[in-house]
């Protein structure tokens, strides 16, 4: 099993940042790739950016150049550096962790945080 919690949610203006952080705890050995979903009143949950165990990232289109994520190992943590922040950014914002499948413990699961929000002011 795997926890994961996420803080720095929070009210900025537009322009404004926000870093977002999320603690993964439990099986973190299983992880292979974290990352960051968000969904808007009204909106189906969308990906925001993801990064694997190896620093690969991959980001949605709406927010390259302005967010970058990065991860820890060593701490199971993984940041969402949010800069230039739009009133369309304003979302519940979800830590997100995948597990591979193996023969040991790792389940090939899907593991969410309670999310975080975030509100962009115009």
């Known amino acids: 099993q795997v926890q994961l919690v996420e803080s720095g949610g929070g009210l900025v203006q537009a322009g404004g940042s926000l870093r977002l952080s999320c603690v993964a705890s439990?099986?973190?050995?299983?992880?292979?790739?974290m990352g960051w979903y968000r969904q808007a009143p009204g909106k189906e949950r969308e990906l925001v950016a993801a990064i694997t165990s190896g620093g690969s990232t991959n980001y949605a289109d709406s927010v390259k150049g302005r967010f970058t994520i990065s991860r820890d190992n060593a701490k199971n943590t993984v940041y969402l550096q949010m800069n230039s922040l739009k009133p369309e950014d304003t979302a519940v914002y979800y830590c997100?962790?995948?597990?591979?499948?193996?023969?040991?413990?790792?389940?090939?699961?899907?593991?969410w945080g309670k999310g975080t929000l975030v509100t962009v002011s115009s």
């Open positions: 439990g099986d973190t050995i299983c992880i292979s790739t």
């Open positions: 997100n962790a995948r597990t591979v499948v193996d023969s040991y413990r790792c389940r090939g699961q899907n593991y």
